[in-house]
T-cell receptor, first 114, second 118 residues
Framework: SQTIHQWPATLVQPVGSPLSLECTVE??????LYWYRQAAGRGLQLLFY??????ISSEVPQNLSASRPQDRQFILSSKKLLLSDSGFYLC?????????????FGPGTRLTVL | AQKITQTQPGMFVQEKEAVTLDCTYD???????LFWYKQPSSGEMIFLIY??????QNATEGRYSLNFQKARKSANLVISASQLGDSAMYFC???????????????FGKGTLLTVNP
């Protein structure tokens, strides 16, 4: 069965510091991968998605970036965090051949920027 | 205009009763998909149910059913026989375009917080 991992689970960082959040998927190959951010009490905002290694599409201009160095690894980064980057970050995957293209989510990382 | 609208920020229901969570959507595509996800306080998003725009019958998954009214562009989630563990945020989402193609993105509503009272 497929599983998706995210770490760290929680993170507190000062403004201006760098960020690296990691997401890995097991039990599937060539997944589509997604990064979402959820602000407190809000819905999910799609940040990036990737259909293959090295292929990244950005949905929202911001100081974040994403990379996909391996088939089942998706990394969210920032060189300098802003206060507005605080939120709950969710990674998700979907299978290209699935009938629904439903997305399966990881446990999330709660980021607080102080 | 918002693509997914969930007008109920919060809902309360008594245990063992049924509850309907509203969702309306906006798209000009003929082929699209509608999803409901549950987000408990732990934060993980759990996929519940899916309805394709060409599906003639309403989707059902156990105690979850989707009341799909295409002309009204609504896709309400019905939870029967509510349980205490159903207390969570519920999100409606839409994929525009046919499944299996290059249409990967989901647009989410702002969610409804359901509280089940004993």
């Amino acid at each position: 069965s497929q599983t998706i991992h995210q770490w760290p689970a929680t993170l507190v960082q000062p403004v201006g510091s760098p960020l690296s959040l990691e997401c890995t998927v097991e039990g599937t190959s060539n997944p589509n991968l997604y990064w979402y951010r959820q602000a407190a009490g809000r819905g999910l905002q799609l940040l990036f998605y990737s259909v293959g290694i090295g292929q990244i599409s950005s949905e929202v201009p911001q100081n974040l970036s994403a990379s996909r160095p391996q088939d089942r690894q998706f990394i969210l980064s920032s060189k300098k965090l802003l206060l507005s980057d605080s939120g709950f970050y969710l990674c998700a995957w979907s299978g290209d051949g699935d009938s629904y293209n439903e997305q399966f989510f990881g446990p999330g990382t709660r980021l607080t920027v102080l | 205009a918002q693509k997914i609208t969930q007008t109920q920020p919060g809902m309360f229901v008594q245990e063992k009763e049924a509850v309907t969570l509203d969702c309306t959507y906006d798209t000009s595509d003929q082929s699209y998909g509608l999803f409901w996800y549950k987000q408990p306080s732990s934060g993980e998003m759990i996929f519940l149910i899916y309805q394709g725009s060409y599906d003639e019958q309403n989707a059902t998954e156990g105690r979850y059913s989707l009341n799909f009214q295409k002309a009204r562009k609504s896709a309400n989630l019905v939870i029967s026989a509510s349980q205490l563990g159903d207390s969570a945020m519920y999100f409606c989402a839409m994929r525009e375009g046919p499944s299996g193609g290059s249409n990967y993105k989901l647009t989410f509503g702002k969610g409804t917080l359901l509280t089940v009272n004993p």
